[in-house]
Structure formats: C-alpha cells, structure tokens
C-alpha cells in the first residue's frame, strides 16, 4: 500500500497550533478592495481558526 499524499493545496493555506487546532487566513483580502470598507479590510487581516464541522474534512486533506 502507498503512502498517503498530504493535498499540497491545504499545506499551503492551513497551519496547525499547538492545542490541535486549525489555523487558517480569511478571503476576499487580494484584490477589489475599494469598494470594501475600511474596518472589513482590517477584520480580513487577522487569521483565525477553522470551524468545528469542517476540522474532519481539514484533518483528512493534511493526512492526520
């Protein structure tokens, strides 16, 4: 049996903290930002954590 391949595309977008979790980038922060408010732009800015019904499906992508 082969070894399992980690899906480079969530390699690159998620990072795991220390207590388990999954750390991710918000979207909608790259182009187009003149019609996006000030105080959106700065809130995009901050990472934050992965939801609780998407951990699993994350967790299977990184071969964990």
Avoid: Q, Y
């Avoid at 991710?24 to 992965?50: G, P």
Wanted: aromatic share 4%; glycine share 2%; with cysteine.
């Amino acid at each position: 049996m082969p070894k399992m391949k980690t899906k480079s595309s969530a390699k690159k977008r998620f990072k795991l903290t220390a207590s388990g979790k999954i750390k991710r980038k918000h979207a909608f922060k790259s182009h187009i930002l003149t019609k996006k408010a000030t105080d959106r732009k700065r809130r995009l800015t901050h990472s934050t954590l992965v939801d609780k019904a998407d951990e699993k499906a994350v967790k299977e992508m990184l071969c964990m």
